[in-house]
């Protein structure tokens, strides 16, 4: 029945309303100052330094490394330099940008996004508590070259503000800075609460000028101008009868990111009158490149692997000339047409030999006659008169010849006698019978 009374007692309804409103304003006077306090104390930690310096610590690139950075958080004015060491074992680089504050207590490295400025990535599905999947956005102030192992490099801080700066390779190495003017102190923690809330990006570019280096061709020199990442470049060096560029590499990074841009006048790939791929090679295996492009040069972004010494890159045109398939004219031979020789054949004259007529005579006008020039049984031999064999041979063999002469004839006689004396008798016989 109380409680009845008090709902509908105007005065109670109206000490209650007032009761919640003073309740409400306690609270958020509660919480400003509990913002301004926090504000301040975290200022106050800040070391501000004229000349700020930060430096990697060793095995930086390990997630599970106990630190990365030893001067993480601090203050500095405009126009400042902040000197990076690397003290790791590998190169790293440096981006500034901002954070994606819904993703923050839900960062996970290893699908860390990093996006370009002004890139938004937005989700498949509804499960996600935002429409930007991106971790990180760059603002483009600051771009680093590679620093290598034990070597640094400076940075200039130009902008008022707040610049969240990591290595896009290794996100979990980060650190930040607040810029404010000189006439500015750390007294101040709400114009400083503004300055840490201030992510607009601004249109300082750091960019780090491209190299260049000059070679010559056919007595023209000619500037190649290139930016390298995870990679330096000694020499190039250029090969005007492959029409090929000639890098030599020296890769510090697992993967070594080199943007090279040619002046189409300078060096080319075209083939029947329209663009050519390049043909690249990294120690003679082909590697994965990219291409942009216009009317007047042509842009290669090429991926380099680690321990590569020597970058080829092959096209058509140096200097418009066009590397020109070299025909041949075939050189047609004429037949020589060999004309017979026909040999006149020798008819030899038959030598007739001094020998050819006996021994003891000579051919005098196609006779034989008796040789007078050596005396009897000599005969002339290489102009000389020696002994006649045959002579010699007659005359020891004559007296066997003379005896059987001489029986021969005897046999013939006493033959005849006997058939003489056999016709006698039969004559005789013939005539007693008539």
């Not at 930086?60 to 630190?67: D, G, R, T, V």
């Not at 680093?144 to 896009?168: K, N, Q």
């Amino acid at each position: 029945m109380l409680e009845n009374k008090n709902m509908h007692n105007p005065s109670s309804e109206k000490l209650l309303r007032f009761l919640n409103v003073n309740s409400l304003m306690k609270i958020s006077l509660g919480l400003i100052f509990f913002t301004m306090l926090s504000t301040v104390l975290v200022y106050a930690e800040l070391i501000t330094d004229d000349n700020p310096i930060v430096q990697i610590v060793e095995n930086a690139h390990l997630q599970n490394n106990s630190q990365y950075l030893d001067n993480a958080l601090f203050s500095s004015y405009a126009g400042t330099s902040v000197e990076i060491i690397n003290n790791d074992v590998i190169s790293h680089k440096f981006v500034s940008g901002v954070s994606n504050t819904d993703n923050a207590g839900q960062i996970n490295y290893d699908t860390f996004i990093i996006c370009e400025l002004g890139e938004k990535i937005l989700p498949t599905t509804s499960k996600y508590n935002d429409d930007n999947l991106c971790d990180f956005n760059k603002d483009n102030r600051i771009i680093t070259d590679i620093i290598p192992p034990g070597e640094s490099i400076s940075i200039l801080l130009t902008d008022i503000g707040t610049y969240r700066i990591i290595d896009p390779d290794y996100p979990w190495i980060e650190f930040v800075t607040y810029i404010f003017t000189k006439s500015q102190t750390t007294s101040d923690p709400i114009e400083e609460k503004i300055f840490v809330e201030s992510q607009v990006p601004q249109t300082v570019n750091v960019i780090p000028a491209p190299y260049i280096q000059t070679i010559s061709i056919d007595g023209t020199s000619h500037d190649v101008e290139y930016t390298v990442n995870g990679m330096t470049i000694t020499t190039i060096e250029s090969d005007t009868e492959s029409m090929s560029l000639i890098f030599s590499v020296d890769v510090t990074d697992l993967i070594g990111i080199l943007d090279v841009t040619f002046e189409r006048s300078f060096f080319d790939s075209i083939y029947d009158g329209v663009d050519d791929v390049f043909f690249i090679l990294a120690d003679g295996d082909e590697v994965v490149s990219e291409e942009s492009k216009n009317n007047i040069n042509r842009n290669l972004r090429i991926e380099v692997p680690l321990g590569t010494e020597e970058l080829e890159i092959i096209g058509s045109i140096f200097n418009n000339n066009e590397l020109e398939s070299v025909i041949e004219t075939p050189v047609i031979e004429t037949p020589v047409i060999e004309t017979p020789v026909i040999e006149t054949p020798v008819i030899e004259t038959p030598v007739i030999e001094d020998n050819q007529c006996g021994p003891g005579t000579i051919l005098e006008g196609d006779i034989c006659i008796l040789d007078q020039r050596c005396g009897p049984g000599t005969i002339l031999e290489d102009g000389a008169c020696v002994l006649d064999s045959v002579s010699i041979y007659s005359t020891s063999q004559s007296p066997g010849m003379t005896k059987e002469l001489i029986i021969g004839t005897a046999s013939a006689f006493v033959i005849a006698g006997i058939i003489g004396i056999i016709l006698a008798l039969i004559s005789r016989a013939t005539r007693n019978k008539n």
